[in-house]
Nanobody, 121 residues
Framework: QVQLVESGGGLVQPGGSLRLSCTAS????????MGWYRQAPGKQRALVAR???????NYADSVKGRFAISRDNAKNTVYLQMNSLKPEDTAVYYC???????????????WGQGTQVTVSS
C-alpha cells in the first residue's frame, strides 16, 4: 500500500554535510507529521527531528543549530539537512511518516528502510 524510500546517507568527514531524503508512494490521501529518527549501535532508536503538516518543527537538543528538517508536500518527501556533522552523529537514520490512506479513517505510522550515516576521518 505504501512504500518509503530513503536516500542520501554515506560516509563523511567530521564537519561535513549530508542531506537525507525520504519519499512516500502509494495510495496516500494525506501525510501529517514527518520525522527522522536514528539508531546508533547498542542504543535505542531516538528522535532527531519532526515537522508537522503546518510546518512546525522540533529537534533533539544534540542537533539543534546543525540539522534542519523540511518537507515538500507535493512530492510526499521529507528532507534532513545535516551540517557540521560529528562522529557521534554516526547511526542508521530512519524516516517516519503519519499517513492517511485513501479509504481509511485514521492515520498509520510508516518507517523507511534506514540509511547509514557514518562520520569519520
Amino acid at each position: 500500500q505504501v512504500q518509503l524510500v530513503e536516500s542520501g546517507g554515506g560516509l563523511v568527514q567530521p564537519g561535513g554535510s549530508l542531506r537525507l531524503s525520504c519519499t512516500a508512494s502509494g495510495s496516500i490521501a494525506n501525510i501529517y507529521d514527518m520525522g527522522w529518527y536514528r539508531q546508533a549501535p547498542g542504543k535505542q532508536r531516538a528522535l532527531v527531528a519532526r515537522i508537522s503538516s503546518g510546518g512546525n518543527t522540533n529537534y533533539a537538543d544534540s542537533v539543534k543549530g546543525r540539522f534542519a528538517i523540511s518537507r515538500d508536500n507535493a512530492k510526499n518527501t521529507v528532507y534532513l539537512q545535516m551540517n557540521s556533522l560529528k562522529p557521534e552523529d554516526t547511526a542508521v537514520y530512519y524516516c517516519n511518516l503519519d499517513i492517511l490512506l485513501y479509504g481509511s479513517m485514521r492515520t498509520s505510522a510508516y518507517w523507511g528502510q534506514g540509511t547509514q550515516v557514518t562520520v569519520s576521518s
